[in-house]
């Protein structure tokens, strides 16, 4: 076989900015606010730091040393590291994650556009939060406008994937990234400054476990009901569906479970240390999204909102608190702008996935794999972005096509291409690979790596397993 030539990452810093890029995005800022809001703050939080240590860790290492030791696309990987078996239907169901998450994520990065725009019109000023949720509302409704910054924004991604890996992905990352960090940082201290913000930090950091165990006090307590009634109570009343998201949440955060990373861990080079960095990177990433919780809440129960706002809660909530800042007006552009940016580092990560796929099983050329990959993506993108306008009143399981898409994206897609992937690293690879793989770059502790083994084996698959069996056999889908 030719050996091909791989364009790769600069080291440790540059997959450190890269991934964390990758990670960091609408996710954080956007999904996380109002997924949490909506299922109770607290409660949502404390099972998406739990999922995040247990799961999130472990299926990113996982994915860093599968690309790395097979240096292939999602698909190939597999193929190369287990050939002649099956395990190749997860990267094929990462390359069709790509397609779901893509099509709707490029609806609200198209959004974040549009919101550079209004900020710099001067369109927020003087709006009450009322007002300004009717101004989404207004925007998201329309045809034109929306689907215009979708397509711009899938153009701008597409742009970046034909760059290539080192000019186009690393660039970008390093320098915006901290900026960003510090911005969010300052709205966060205005949030909580705020008066009546007290509530919105409660709201997101006292666990009301009533959301997760709903099991009746009473009926547990009675001494003439036996044991085995009350554990089948016990379990039968607890939220699956709430654990689900949180789980789905955490996957869609840290970008794992379709191969992201297995592509971005194919461009690493063999001296990169996979721990250390899995853990920077996940640590990023969940900062961010606890900081965008800082930054949302206080300030929208301070101003009278509610938490469960949907999909619209930050494009309404951002611009209520740049209007309450100093210097508000630039702020808020330059807010848009990086979470553009932000938006752009992760969709870009995601095209990357279809890309690979595309060039390196069918060897199409780098453009021509992503103007195939960006565009049929777009076409089924204007079905989500259609449906916050015409298509509002077609749902399917209840949900609107882009609610559809989101949901599937991350409680079916990801959560089952994750419990796949440590499935795929503890049985089928083996502690050994993995060990040499994790020992590059720097030696584990061999304790460290015994955890990580016991935990990628065992505890992940049964967890994702469980909450999966819970959220779709006992709880149904909701
Ligand atoms: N993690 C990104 C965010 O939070 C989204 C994302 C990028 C993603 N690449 C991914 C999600 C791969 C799942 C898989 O915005």
């Given at each position: 076989m030719a050996i091909k030539q791989r364009d790769g990452f600069s080291g440790k810093l540059g997959i450190i900015a890269a991934a964390t890029g990758s990670a960091i995005g609408l996710g954080n800022i956007w999904r996380f606010p109002y997924v949490a809001g909506e299922n109770g703050g607290g409660a949502f939080l404390l099972l998406y730091l739990i999922f995040i240590l247990l799961i999130g860790i472990p299926v990113m290492m996982s994915e860093f040393v599968i690309g790395r030791r097979a240096e292939s696309n999602a698909f190939g990987s597999f193929r190369k590291l287990a050939?002649?078996?099956?395990?190749w239907m997860i990267g094929m169901l990462g390359i069709v994650a790509a397609f779901v998450i893509l099509s709707f994520y490029s609806t609200v990065a198209g959004w974040t556009l549009e919101y550079i725009v209004q900020a710099i019109n001067g369109t927020?000023?003087?709006?009450t939060h009322e007002q300004l949720n009717n101004n989404f509302a207004e925007f998201t409704s329309g045809s034109f406008r929306p689907l215009l910054w979708q397509i711009i924004f899938m153009i701008l991604t597409a742009a970046v994937v034909i760059a290539g890996v080192k000019k186009g992905i690393e660039k970008y990352t390093k320098v915006l990234m901290p900026v960003f960090i510090i911005m969010i940082i300052l709205m966060c201290i205005r949030s909580v400054s705020l008066p009546g913000a007290s509530e919105g930090l409660k709201f997101l950091f006292?666990?009301?476990f009533s959301k997760i165990f709903m099991y009746d006090q009473s009926f547990l307590a009675q001494?003439?009901?036996?044991l085995f009634p009350k554990i089948n109570h016990f379990f039968s009343t607890i939220n699956y569906s709430i654990i689900l998201l949180a789980l789905g949440q955490a996957a869609f955060s840290l970008s794992i479970g379709m191969g992201a990373l297995i592509t971005y861990g194919s461009y690493?080079?063999?001296?990169?240390?996979l721990f250390s960095t899995t853990v920077s990177i996940a640590s990023a990433d969940t900062l961010i999204a606890i900081l965008s919780g800082v930054m949302i809440f206080p300030a929208l129960m301070a101003l009278?909102?509610?938490?469960?706002?949907?999909?619209g809660l930050v494009f309404v909530t951002l611009p209520a608190i740049f209007q309450q800042m100093p210097g508000g007006y630039v702020f808020a552009i330059a807010f848009f702008v990086l979470l553009a940016v932000a938006a752009l580092t992760s969709t870009i990560s995601i095209l990357e996935v279809v890309v690979a796929y595309l060039k390196e099983e069918?060897?199409?050329s780098r453009v021509y794999a992503t103007l195939i990959g960006a565009g049929s993506i777009t076409i089924i993108g204007v079905f989500c972005t259609l449906s916050f306008g015409p298509?509002?009143?077609?749902?399917?399981f209840g949900k609107t096509f882009f609610d559809l898409m989101d949901y599937l994206a991350a409680n079916v897609f990801l959560t089952f291409g994750a419990l796949f992937i440590v499935l795929f690293t503890g049985w089928k690879l083996g502690k050994a690979n993995f060990m040499d793989e994790i020992n590059k770059g720097g030696k584990i502790h061999p304790t460290i790596i015994s955890v990580l083994i016991f935990i990628i084996k065992y505890i992940a698959p049964i967890a994702v397993g469980a909450v999966a069996i819970g959220a779709f056999f006992i709880k149904g889908l909701t």
């Open positions: 050939p002649g078996t099956p395990w927020f000023t003087g709006k006292h666990p009301d001494d003439t009901i036996g690493i080079r063999k001296d990169t240390p009278g909102g509610k938490p469960d706002g949907g999909a069918l060897n199409l298509f509002k009143d077609f749902t399917i």
